[in-house]
């Protein structure tokens, strides 16, 4: 089944570590990324606040004088528990309510080295293209072999058939931010016909947010 094409990439979503981390490449990596989207006139979407990988790659997409979109729920800007959003700022009442619209408001997304929060994240956009929600590319920056253990997860499920060859191309990596932006370009997302009878339509509210409900 031939793919589709993936529109010209406006506004990148970036997952990553509210800490700085150990490996002083990956502070220096988030700084490159946010400098490749600032030079390629990529505006960011993230998760809001100054901390760790996250206040790094913000700060250089605005130095590069690109919109930078912070989406926080409202619980973690209480005395100031993650710093200053750098640029705008939306607040949001919930983590479900923050990464829809992260999906929403964004054409790729990005995962930098991180913890939890950023896997959830990670697999929340890579479960949600598998069934047909949205169709943007997603992929890792893969720092000094941060995300080599979760690659070769990720293929050892495809050999155990948990997940198919054609999931698994929804998964992209590269070792370089010019490199993988260059790949979420020429992403061509292959819907899987098992699923196509899966319908998901926008909520019939003013706000018009995404409704997950599924429908058959």
């Known amino acids: 089944m031939e793919g589709v094409s993936v529109k010209k990439i406006k506004k990148i979503c970036v997952f990553c570590g509210a800490n700085s981390g150990k490996d002083v490449a990956f502070v220096n990596a988030a700084f490159h990324l946010g400098e490749v989207l600032g030079k390629r006139k990529i505006d960011l979407v993230y998760g809001g606040g100054k901390l760790g990988l996250m206040g790094c790659v913000s700060t250089a997409v605005a130095q590069h004088e690109r919109q930078v979109l912070g989406i926080i729920p409202s619980a973690f800007t209480i005395n100031n528990l993650v710093g200053e959003t750098c640029g705008k700022e939306i607040k949001v009442a919930t983590m479900q309510e923050r990464l829809v619209m992260m999906m929403e408001l964004s054409d790729a997304f990005i995962a930098l080295p991180g913890g939890f929060g950023t896997l959830e994240e990670l697999f929340q956009m890579i479960s949600w293209a598998q069934l047909n929600i949205h169709n943007k ?38 070792t370089t931010a010019d490199e993988l932006v260059d790949k979420l370009q020429a992403f061509r997302f292959e819907y899987d016909p098992a699923l196509s009878k899966l319908k998901w339509s926008p909520s019939s509210s003013q706000k018009e947010k995404l409704d997950l409900t599924l429908r058959l």
Do not use: M
Request: hydrophobic fraction near 50%.
């Open 137 to 174: 590319p997603i992929g890792v920056l893969n720092i000094n072999g941060f995300f080599n253990g979760l690659l070769s997860f990720v293929d050892h499920a495809v050999k155990q058939e948990f997940i198919t060859p054609r999931a698994r191309k929804i998964l992209i990596s590269a």
